[in-house]
């Protein structure tokens, strides 16, 4: 038995183009190796597609591939992860589920308050699957607390567990904060726990449980993704043993500088020793500057001639994070005050304080505080998401006299 265990291809989850075009190059590709290995079966362990309703180009891509698979007599097994669910049940999932493409696994019945859920056999091998569902905040737990477990740990054959859920047991260190489920929650006794949802790549044999298995994201899907993991990948699965094979579309070039002490032109000279001398055809580049600076303020970094030099050197793309770069004169502040109005309106004032600008005073601080308050408005129930965006858009302009 060989079949492919696949997590996490959040098709269309990049908000630029070019790198929303290599999340969908990563699923193509994965899916060619996974006929060109020619294995029984593929597992997807949930959010096929970053959105319940994803975009056309997107959704045509993930059609035309599944056929593929389908034509060569290659079933795909599936359930909805944190993002491709929806609480509505308007997900393409369904659709697609309906053309024949997949079959979702996460099929149960109540009874007497209690989840059943059925296995799905694989003809072919005579492989027995089921699972669960991811939902947004760990929501899921509740589906597991309910779940009739003797059943499923009885069943005789070889057996596949899907969940989209992190693992107590299994969580790394950089994820330590995160919410997570014990191990407990998830019955025992099958040999193969396809898991997705943290973005790791791990695995591992646990006593009662069989294989836990995490292959990661196809394509990284943040900033961190991209330093840490550089590209994505799935596992092939072969009698019971386990080969990661790695999808790699474009190299990943990261640039990390620390700006602590230095002025703006110091670390635009540091990001480009780090360039000089070297070529960057069809490669992402990113570039974290962290830290305080000495002097001058972040935009005064030559993030633009060093983009424009990247990109003389055939880059793919390049994207900076500066979440962590902040100025010395809006250092954090450190005040005394009773309640919360109080602490705002004093971090404003000192801020506007140490601008070097005329004719700030009052009115500034008021024209501050009125834009937080519009800024952090929440929807009235009912209201659609246009007509809220609109909303505030009215409330933001009457503010700023425009």
């Given at each position: 038995?060989?079949?492919?265990?696949?997590?996490?291809?959040?098709?269309?989850?990049?908000?630029?183009?070019?790198?929303?075009?290599?999340?969908?190059?990563?699923?193509?590709?994965?899916?060619?190796?996974?006929?060109?290995?020619?294995?029984?079966?593929?597992?997807?362990?949930?959010?096929?597609?970053?959105?319940?309703?994803?975009?056309?180009?997107?959704?045509?891509?993930?059609?035309?591939?599944?056929?593929?698979?389908?034509?060569?007599?290659?079933?795909?097994?599936?359930?909805?992860?944190?993002?491709?669910?929806?609480?509505?049940?308007?997900?393409?999932?369904?659709?697609?589920?309906?053309?024949?493409?997949?079959?979702?696994?996460?099929?149960?019945?109540?009874v007497e308050g209690r989840l059943k859920l059925n296995f799905t056999v694989d003809s072919k091998t005579g492989a027995k699957i089921t699972g669960l569902l991811g939902k947004k905040g760990g929501l899921e737990r509740g589906y597991y607390e309910a779940l009739m477990k003797e059943g499923l740990e009885k069943e005789e054959g070889y057996k596949i567990f899907l969940f989209h859920s992190l693992l107590s047991e299994l969580?790394?260190?950089?994820?330590?904060?995160?919410?997570?489920?014990?191990?407990?929650?998830?019955?025992?006794?099958?040999?193969?726990?396809?898991?997705?949802?943290?973005?790791?790549?791990?695995?591992?044999?646990?006593?009662?449980?069989?294989?836990?298995?995490?292959?990661?994201?196809?394509?990284?899907?943040?900033?961190?993704?991209?330093?840490?993991?550089?590209?994505?990948?799935?596992?092939?699965?072969?009698?019971?043993?386990?080969?990661?094979?790695?999808?790699?579309?474009?190299?990943?070039?990261?640039?990390?500088?620390?700006?602590?002490?230095?002025?703006?032109?110091?670390?635009?000279?540091?990001?480009?020793?780090?360039?000089?001398?070297?070529?960057?055809?069809?490669?992402?580049?990113?570039?974290?500057?962290?830290?305080?600076?000495?002097?001058?303020?972040?935009?005064?970094?030559?993030?633009?001639?060093?983009?424009?030099?990247?990109?003389?050197?055939?880059?793919?793309?390049?994207?900076?994070?500066?979440?962590?770069?902040?100025?010395?004169?809006?250092?954090?502040?450190?005040?005394?005050?009773?309640?919360?109005?109080?602490?705002?309106?004093?971090?404003?004032?000192?801020?506007?304080?140490?601008?070097?600008?005329?004719?700030?005073?009052?009115?500034?601080?008021?024209?501050?505080?009125?834009?937080?308050?519009?800024?952090?408005?929440?929807?009235?129930?009912?209201?659609?998401?246009?007509?809220?965006?609109?909303?505030?858009?009215?409330?933001?302009?009457?503010?700023?006299?425009?």
């Amino acid at each position: 038995m060989k079949f492919a265990h696949i997590a996490d291809c959040h098709i269309g989850g990049w908000r630029d183009p070019k790198l929303r075009n290599v999340g969908a190059l990563a699923f193509e590709k994965a899916i060619d190796a996974c006929v060109e290995k020619d294995v029984d079966f593929v597992i997807v362990s949930g959010d096929l597609f970053n959105t319940s309703l994803p975009s056309v180009d997107g959704l045509k891509m993930v059609v035309k591939k599944l056929r593929q698979l389908s034509n060569r007599s290659i079933p795909v097994y599936l359930i909805a992860g944190s993002h491709d669910f929806s609480p509505s049940g308007k997900t393409m999932l369904d659709v697609l589920e309906g053309a024949g493409l997949f079959v979702n696994v996460a099929k149960g019945e109540e009874v007497e308050g209690r989840l059943k859920l059925n296995f799905t056999v694989d003809s072919k091998t005579g492989a027995k699957i089921t699972g669960l569902l991811g939902k947004k905040g760990g929501l899921e737990r509740g589906y597991y607390e309910a779940l009739m477990k003797e059943g499923l740990e009885k069943e005789e054959g070889y057996k596949i567990f899907l969940f989209h859920s992190l693992l107590s047991e299994l969580k790394p260190k950089s994820l330590e904060k995160v919410d997570s489920h014990p191990l407990s929650l998830l019955p025992k006794n099958f040999d193969y726990y396809a898991g997705g949802h943290p973005h790791i790549v791990t695995n591992a044999k646990m006593d009662g449980y069989g294989t836990i298995a995490y292959p990661g994201p196809l394509f990284p899907n943040n900033f961190r993704e991209l330093e840490e993991l550089s590209s994505g990948g799935f596992y092939v699965v072969e009698d019971g043993v386990l080969e990661f094979e790695p999808v790699q579309i474009y190299n990943v070039f990261n640039i990390k500088v620390d700006a602590e002490h230095k002025a703006p032109k110091q670390v635009s000279e540091e990001i480009m020793d780090h360039i000089t001398g070297k070529e960057f055809n069809d490669t992402i580049v990113t570039i974290r500057v962290s830290g305080i600076l000495e002097s001058g303020k972040p935009s005064d970094i030559d993030f633009k001639g060093i983009f424009e030099k990247l990109y003389e050197k055939s880059a793919y793309f390049v994207m900076k994070n500066t979440n962590a770069l902040v100025s010395k004169e809006f250092e954090e502040i450190k005040i005394d005050a009773k309640d919360v109005e109080d602490v705002e309106e004093r971090i404003i004032k000192e801020h506007i304080g140490q601008i070097n600008v005329e004719g700030i005073g009052d009115k500034e601080v008021f024209v501050t505080k009125e834009l937080m308050r519009v800024l952090s408005d929440s929807r009235i129930e009912g209201e659609k998401v246009a007509d809220f965006e609109i909303r505030v858009r009215e409330d933001m302009e009457k503010v700023l006299g425009v």
